[in-house]
Each structure stands twice: as C-alpha cells, then as structure tokens.
C-alpha cells in the first residue's frame, strides 16, 4: 500500500501566492485600497508602489519555490517561509496600518492564509511505500 502524493496542496498555495504577487505588482492598489494605504480615486506614490512591489516580489519567490520544490524538505521548508512571511504581515500590517478596519482585515487575511499553509505542511512530504501485510519488518 502507497501513501498518495498530496504535495499538490502546498503547491497550488504556492500557486495562488504567486498569482496574487504578479497581480498587485502590476496593480498596487490591489494590495493599497484593502489596506486603506490609499483612498478610493487615489493613485499611489512611487514609495506605494516600492512597497507593494517589494511585498509582490518576496511573496512571488516564496509562491514559486512552494510550487516548484521537490517535496519533503525542500517543499516544507518553502512553506515554512510562506507561514513565517504571513506571521511577519499579521505583525506589522495587523499593528501598522493607519485605519483600525484595515488592521482588522489584514490581520484575518494573513493568519487565514499563514495557517492555510501551515496546514498544508503534511501534505509536503513524499508518499512513502507502506509495508506489504505479511512483509518482513526491519530489525524482526
């Protein structure tokens, strides 16, 4: 009996992250109206965009290298970046944004995500061949 392969649920986190990442990159104010960094009608400044370009690029390497890792180790420790990624956001986006209700979102958003992926951190490992009933064991 085999284990099945379930690393396809890390990686398609790690798809949706990359995704996400791509869009706010080529669109800030998908990630500034949420977060109320900018106001409806408002465009950002050149320091908005650095952020959410900087904030895209972090979370494109770590969307990539959960969906394209070998499993097991290198797999979890990819989605162990993400999880420590999103604890990093829940800090400073659930304490630093300038509007309560923005805090409140951001703060839903990355625990949701961050523990999305910790739960997946199972599913990171290879599928292992299982013992035959009636196989000889190991040291027996």
């Known amino acids: 009996m085999t284990r099945h392969d379930l690393t396809w649920i890390p990686r398609l986190l790690g ?3 990359a995704g996400y990442s791509v869009a706010i990159t ?3 104010e998908l990630f500034l109206r949420p977060t ?3 106001g409806e009608g408002e465009q950002p400044t050149t320091g908005q965009r650095a952020l959410t370009m900087a904030i895209g690029g972090r979370d494109l390497v770590s969307g ?3 969906l394209l890792a070998p499993g097991g180790t290198p797999l979890r420790t990819a989605v162990a970046v993400r ?3 999103d604890l990093a956001d829940l800090a400073v986006l659930g304490s630093q944004l300038p509007d309560q209700d923005a805090r ?3 703060t839903m958003v990355a625990a949701g995500w961050g523990a999305l992926c910790a739960l997946s951190l ?3 490992d290879l599928p292992r061949k299982g013992l035959r009933r009636g ?3 190991p040291g027996r």
Do not use: C, D, H, S
Request: aromatic content about 0%; glycine content about 4%.
């Open 104 to 106: 409140e979102k951001a």
């Open 15 to 17: 798809a949706v992250t």
């Open 36 to 38: 109320k960094l900018i």
């Open 64 to 66: 990539l290298a959960m």
């Open 83 to 85: 999880v420590g990624a």
């Open 122 to 124: 199972p599913a990171a």
């Open 135 to 137: 196989a000889a064991r």
């Open 26 to 28: 080529v669109k800030p």
